[in-house]
């Protein structure tokens, strides 16, 4: 058994400024609460929520459906979607990376029409019945965005028409819909409620390791979210290539940060 078996990731799709609130409230309440339950069953749990994920030279070179794509498919099986009044932004047809529908010739009929987020869905579930008891959406209420400002809004008809569509499909599919939720909190109660149920068919409590496998994954797990981002430190690498490349004998001293270690030259062990 390996990391990669105890880990989830779960996908939140949405469009971003009028789920500001849904999507805080599932970062810093719902995924938190969640990530301590499944840490008794030795599960890592990572939320991926692309509103820091992708900069805007990313978005200028058209590389944000490569990312949103390869994010889903990263997190499969569990992809959250929540719906309001808003299509999202729809990426124009010239932006579409030749890679991107040479891998995804489905992508070819929607190019140019549809928002993020529809092709979103549509990659993530609509097009995979395998995400059945996986993938759960849930719809606001019309009253809350009304009463909300105008980035809760359609920009157009023809945005509106093409969001009534999607929710259409969507319901249509089979796969669990919540409509009309009231508040964001509402939402990020049932959507906790929901994901919970989930993943305690993903990773039983019977299904937990052994004592054995249990140390080796507490020492994976610690491990694991500290090598997912590393800054700096290059030139320190490329300086122990050199040396490791040189087929001299070396002697190499470690210990914790701040334990007193001194350079190798000062040692006496190597000339």
Known sequence: ????????????????RDFTKERDLLVKQVFPTLRARLAERFVDLVDVDLRWGITEQEAERGEVLPICLAEIDRSRPFFVGLLGERYGWVPPSETYPAEILEKHPW???????????????????????????????????????RNQDSDYLPMSGEDLAKQDALKASIRNSGFPVIENYETPQAAANQIQEDLWAALDVEFPATDVPDAFMRDFLQHEAYAAPRRRIYVGGAQYLERLDEVLNNQAQWVMLEGASGSGKVPYSQTGLID
């Open 1 to 16: 058994m390996s990391l990669a078996q105890r880990a989830v990731r779960v996908f939140l799709s949405s469009t971003f």
């Open 107 to 145: 992508l070819k009929e929607h190019q140019g029409g549809k928002s993020v987020t529809e092709l979103e869905i549509l990659h993530g579930v609509l097009n995979n019945p395998g995400m059945a008891g996986r993938a759960l959406f849930y719809f606001r209420s019309p009253d809350y965005s």
